[in-house]
């Protein structure tokens, strides 16, 4: 924008300089001619009446003592002053009796018969072209360096112009995408002409409106974490109520599981308004847990679990709450909507890109739509696929290739 105004107005500034300049300069070259046509003039006008009194000497006193050539010619022939051939305008003249005014090539000759007692002499001088010209060239570069000297400053004067528009414009863009980096703290500060003052006012005002959203975002989640939490204190008593000692600590660990979940989840939702820092983990290790986890679960469900999962690190770019997150969702869809004894795996593999994470079953399988968010074909909340669809840098869904289903999550590498 602000070089578009620039040039916008150089433009402008260039179209009106023409228009005034143009007509000048050619004022200034017909003012340039009349002066010497006029200095001519005044020239023949002393020597004419010397021309009518014959005198010869007196003549050529006068020519000479000119400062234009004059060539006066005689009705005997003679000519006097600057020698030169009669020209067709001096035969007019002296057929006529009518003084003329006529073009030579880029010269002007002026002639003047003077009728006496002897003849009709003719008076002639030639004004010639750089005499017509004479300070033209020197005025017309004035008038081309002070056009030049206002467009640098119209353009000077517009850049100004245009910068105290695009600045105000420029925080306003800055401002915005620090916000959406999470920078909630940060307000525009209103400035330039009255419509920014107004966008930079309503900006402010939406930051406002967020961080008001995200305080009562968090505070739901708390009230929400305090309700889980009773049933869940109530559980771990349960537990203790329990014969079977590995029963007990088995539903007692899963208690615990749910605990730390809703922790993760409030602190998630308490770093959302400060800014994001870079995630990492090694998604070997994380696998590994997640899916000891679940294989207790799979052996009392009769399922057989293959796992392949690299035994040194994997680092991908991905917090481990949110990855563990995600397999668990993973693997949560299979045991709740496949039959019990339906095998699975898990396999982890590194690649250039990060990691390839691929989980598979042999059960009935369902349609590429069910992936949508909320959509679910088994009633529940239809929202395990996107959690794992939100850490991955893509995620694909497919029919495995002994049947089942076979989902690919390709985990994003740690920058550097």
Do not use: Y
Request: charged share 20%.
């Amino acid at each position: 924008m602000r070089a578009r105004l620039t040039l916008l107005v150089g433009a402008t500034t260039v179209l009106v300089l023409l228009a005034f300049l143009v007509p000048l300069a050619l004022l200034v070259r017909q003012v340039a001619e009349d002066r010497a046509m006029s200095r001519a003039d005044d020239v023949l006008r002393t020597v004419v009446p010397l021309a009518g009194s014959g005198d010869r000497d007196a003549i050529r006193l006068a020519v000479t003592a000119q400062s234009v050539p004059v060539s006066v010619f005689l009705p005997d022939g003679t000519v006097l002053g600057q020698e030169t051939d009669r020209s067709p305008a001096v035969r007019l003249a002296a057929a006529r009796g009518e003084a003329l005014t006529v073009a030579v090539d880029d010269d002007r000759e002026i002639v003047v018969p003077v009728v006496g007692a002897s003849g009709t002499t003719v008076v002639s001088t030639v004004v010639a072209d750089d005499d017509l010209r004479h300070g033209v060239g020197r005025a017309w570069l004035t008038l081309t360096g002070l056009g030049f000297v206002l467009v640098l400053l119209s353009l000077l004067v517009a850049d100004r112009l245009a910068r105290a528009i695009t600045a105000p414009i420029t925080e306003l863009s800055a401002v915005s995408h620090r916000l959406a980096r999470a920078e909630l703290t940060v307000r525009a500060n209103p400035s330039g002409p009255a419509e920014l003052r107004e966008v930079a006012g309503a900006l402010n005002h939406l930051a406002d409106r967020i961080q008001v959203l995200l305080k009562t975002e968090r505070e739901r989640i708390a009230d929400l974490s305090h309700r889980v939490r009773t049933p869940l204190t109530a559980l771990r008593l349960e537990t203790e109520s329990l014969r079977d000692p590995g029963e007990a600590a088995r539903v007692s660990a899963a208690a615990d599981e749910v605990a730390r979940a809703v922790t993760a989840l409030i602190e998630q939702a308490r770093r959302r308004d400060e800014p994001p820092t870079p995630a990492h983990s090694d998604a070997a290790a994380v696998v590994r847990d997640r899916v000891a986890f679940w294989a207790v679960l799979a052996e009392d469900t009769g399922r057989a679990l293959t796992q392949e999962i690299p035994s040194g690190p994997v680092p991908v770019a991905v917090a481990a709450d949110e990855l563990g997150a995600a397999l668990d969702a993973l693997l949560g869809n299979v045991f709740a909507h496949t039959p019990d004894g339906t095998a699975f795996g898990v396999r982890l593999t590194a690649a250039p890109h990060g990691a390839l994470l691929t989980v598979t079953d042999e059960g009935p399988g369902f349609t590429p739509e069910a992936a949508g968010r909320g959509v679910s074909a088994a009633g529940s909340t239809g929202l395990g696929l996107d959690i794992a669809r939100q850490v991955a840098a893509s995620f694909t869904i497919e029919a495995a290739p002994r049947g089942g289903t076979e989902v690919r999550l390709r985990l994003p590498a740690p920058p550097g």
